[in-house]
């Protein structure tokens, strides 16, 4: 897949500027196995990189100008170093804060962007266009950028240029994640394991078909309220909370069913990576379906529509392996984890079509 959107991207800027590129950069998307909600809370989170993301072709050109083609969206944007922020938030944003927050620009560039991910599904596209930006800078700098540097510039994009509150585990499964690799990282000081996925799992993305719209509101509103907890349990962030403090807390509902879920994550992601460990893809699973039914009942950021697939799909695949919304939720992509010789029947049976991560 990157191999081939690369090619696309150099052909492409060819196209566009009448001469080669100097380079060109790839990150991909993220699916996130379990850990949902939980990286804003200082928690533990099993993300892996999908085959699909984002492109860019590069070369300097003189002048501190950056020219920047979009080329999904027939869409270009030009600005001068420092770059100012565009009137909405969209794709200018996201290359406008990473030049702006990595601090590697070191001159003019042209840049054309491309990119594989489906949209609006919540693999993480604004992380892999980001991250892209970034490498494409760095390379061009010839300054070296380390993937944690990369993943903090990039979360500071979001926060600062997209008004989004987010975690860092997409920024950080994008730039440090390995294909076929879930990453266990620990999102209070960003240490990461990466664990190998057995041969014979797949791991499969689907499409819930409802696009993941204005949600960024929801989102800072479910980390506002987890904040909220933790300030009433006394705690710096729910990581250091137990489920019994959450029990005897005297929280109101709402805040109590957030913080009961966010323990629980936590603790089921730890759970997660000792499955994966044992290649225990029973126990895998249980742990997806309830992860699941902690983000519809006690998290409340599932639809209706996202929950009619996850249940399609664990009706095929049943106690060998788990399907669960993955991401931010109101809308986007469902993972399902599963024997790969059951892959087929999976297919056949939902009429559905996949793409596949591992
Ligand atoms: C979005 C955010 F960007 C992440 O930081 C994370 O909080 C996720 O939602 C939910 O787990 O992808």
Redesign the pocket.
């Known amino acids: 897949m990157s191999a081939e959107l690369k090619d696309k991207a150099a052909r492409l800027f060819a196209e566009r500027f009448g001469t080669d590129p100097e380079g060109v950069v790839f990150a991909p998307g993220r699916v ?1 196995l379990i ?6 809370n200082e928690g533990l ?1 099993l993300p892996m990189p999908v085959r699909e993301g984002t492109a860019i072709a590069w070369a300097r050109s003189e002048g501190t100008e950056f020219e920047v083609v979009a080329a999904d969206f027939g869409e270009e944007d030009s600005f001068a170093v420092p770059p100012g922020k565009p009137d909405e938030v969209d794709w200018r944003s996201y290359v406008r804060g990473m030049v702006a927050e990595s601090g590697l620009a070191a001159g003019g560039m042209r840049m054309l962007v491309t990119g594989d991910l489906p949209r609006g599904s ?1 693999l ?1 596209s604004s ?1 892999s266009l980001c991250v892209a930006v970034g490498c494409a800078l760095a390379e061009a700098s010839g300054r070296e950028a380390s993937p944690v540097e990369l993943a903090q510039a990039a979360q500071r994009t ?1 926060h600062q240029w997209a008004e ?1 509150a ?5 920024q950080m499964a994008v730039a440090a994640g390995e294909p076929g690799h879930a990453m266990l990282l620990d999102c209070r000081d960003l240490g990461f394991s990466l664990h190998r996925l057995p041969e014979d799992w797949a791991v499969v993305v689907t499409e819930s078909g409802v696009t993941r719209g204005l949600i960024d509101g929801e ?1 800072n509103a479910r980390r506002a309220q987890c904040e909220a907890a933790a300030r009433a349990l006394g705690v710096a962030s729910l990581r250091d909370a137990s489920m019994a403090d959450v029990e005897a807390s005297g929280l109101d509902d709402l805040t109590r069913r957030r913080a009961l879920h966010v323990v629980d994550e936590i603790a089921r992601t730890r759970a997660a990576a000792d499955a994966l460990g044992r290649s225990d893809l029973a126990a895998f699973g249980a742990i997806l379906r309830k992860g699941h039914a902690s983000l519809r009942d006690l998290f409340e950021v599932s639809v209706p529509a996202v929950d009619a697939v996850v249940e399609e799909l664990q009706s095929v695949i049943g106690a060998q392996g788990g399907a669960r919304m993955t ?3 109101f809308g986007g992509a469902v993972v399902a984890v599963l024997a790969a010789e059951r892959l087929g029947e999976l297919e056949r049976q939902t009429g559905r079509s996949f793409l596949r991560v591992h």
């Open positions: 996130n850990g949902e909600h939980v990286d804003y989170v919540g993480s992380a979001e989004v987010c975690g860092i585990m997409d989102y991401g931010g939720g």
